[in-house]
């Protein structure tokens, strides 16, 4: 039975560490960041089998962050799970820095795949969960990705192999949060029906509230009992969530915090 007192905990407290990180260098992907906290929260101090104190254990979990550029909000889950001192983050995005603005697995402890051209993590994802099934490794894969990103033709490529590979072990999330650099996502090229779309490629496929930790914690062990099938759990989420001011909209994507921005922002997650 999970603890979901804690794991509503862990998403705030992964929430707050973000916004603050974006706030300290001034600019960041916040939105799509922010529309992750409450899955990140369920797979590092729920789900995911890892040992921080050996990031590199040859049978843990891995996570690939597809959608790299929201690489902040992945920084603050791992520092809180003890990858690292959650004062590196301070250095996000700067010069030399071991916390670069999207994911680098040469870079940052506990990151498994370097990302950010987008389509391509999920690529990786794919790769991995064969590989395991090759060696007969009982690991899981969880990998991200965007709604926005799904505009990729390699995500469908990918999509394809892992049915007809009948990876089980690959558990991805959708993060359908509506919107994308330049406009929502309807209005750019719009999925339509997600769910259906998955299903059809062979997929099993969930669709859940993605800010509902019970949801989520149920959606992975449902997706545990799948064998043979990858499956996709499609998590209707809110860009931005949390910062009332920009929750839900196109400009949440990127944007400036200022210190007064930020201190408007902590104060809605009071």
Not at 67 to 81: E, M
Not at 99 to 104: N, R, T
Not at 146 to 152: A, P, R, T
Not at 159 to 175: E, N, R, V
Request: proline letters at 3%; hydrophobic letters at 35%; aromatic letters at 8%.
């Amino acid at each position: 039975m999970a603890d979901y007192g804690m794991l509503r905990r862990k998403a705030h407290e992964i929430r707050t560490l973000t916004l603050e990180t974006i706030g300290h260098v001034g600019k960041g992907h916040l939105g799509g960041c922010m529309s992750l906290c409450e899955v990140m929260s369920v797979l590092y101090f729920s789900q995911m089998n890892v040992r921080p104190e050996n990031p590199q254990w040859k049978h843990r979990d891995r996570f690939i962050l597809s959608k790299g550029h929201a690489g902040p909000v992945v920084y603050s889950a791992l520092a809180l799970r003890g990858y690292f001192d959650r004062e590196a983050l301070k250095s996000l995005n700067e010069l030399g820095t071991n916390i670069p603005s999207h994911c680098d697995a040469t870079r940052t402890t506990g990151v498994d795949v370097t990302t950010g051209s987008l389509g391509q993590g999920f690529s990786v994802a794919v790769g991995i969960a064969l590989a395991a099934k090759l060696d007969r490794e009982a690991l899981y894969v969880y990998p991200i990705i965007g709604d926005g990103e799904s505009q990729e033709g390699q995500i469908w490529e990918a999509g394809m192999f892992a049915a007809q590979q009948k990876l089980g072990s690959l558990t991805c999330f959708l993060d359908l949060n509506g919107q994308q650099i330049d406009a929502p996502v309807d209005e750019v090229n719009s999925m339509r029906d997600p769910a259906a779309k998955w299903s059809a490629f062979g997929w099993n496929v969930q669709e859940i509230d993605g800010h509902d930790m019970q949801a989520i914690f149920d959606a992975v062990e449902k997706a545990k009992t799948c064998t043979d099938k990858p499956n996709m759990i499609v998590c209707r989420t809110v860009k931005g969530k949390g910062w009332k001011k920009v929750e839900g909209t196109t400009k949440s994507h990127s944007l400036s915090v200022t210190a007064e921005d930020l201190e408007d922002a902590l104060r809605d997650l009071q």
